[in-house]
């Protein structure tokens, strides 16, 4: 009795191992054929110069929306003198025994991660 419950049990992992296979052939070819239609896909390359060009050009249409509001320059420089201020209270979170935090400042303009016990 106890072969024919291993052979049962055999039988079992390989149907499912076939099961599985089977489902990620026939989920292949619909990611990629998705990937292949994002007509954005082009935006994931962040470094690349048309991404950059496209992110500029939406930043110059806010940036000459945002000019014509009268408040806008004062909030501009108040949020930019919180932001670039030395004397800022680190976030911090807890992640199992370690404590992180994202860091920017001069040194590090696109940030990096701190931890510590």
Do not use: C
């Not at 599985?20 to 070819?29: D, F, K, S, Y």
């Not at 060009?53 to 929306?65: I, Q, T």
């Not at 209270?89 to 991660?113: C, K, M, T, Y």
Request: glycine share 6%; charged share 25%; net charge neutral.
């Amino acid at each position: 009795m106890p072969a024919l419950a291993t052979l049962v049990r055999a039988l079992l992992a390989a149907a499912l191992s076939s099961a599985i296979a089977l489902q990620a052939q026939a989920q292949a070819p619909a990611a990629t054929a998705a990937a292949a239609d994002d007509p954005y896909l082009w935006l994931e390359d962040v470094l690349g110069e048309r991404a950059l060009g496209w992110v500029r050009e939406r930043n110059a249409g806010a940036e000459k929306e945002f000019a014509t509001d009268p408040g806008f320059e004062p909030l501009r420089r108040s949020l930019q003198q919180t932001l670039e201020s030395r004397e800022r209270i680190p976030a911090v979170e807890q992640q199992g025994p370690h404590l992180l935090n994202f860091w920017r400042d001069a040194s590090h303009p696109r940030g990096l991660w701190r931890r510590t016990t």
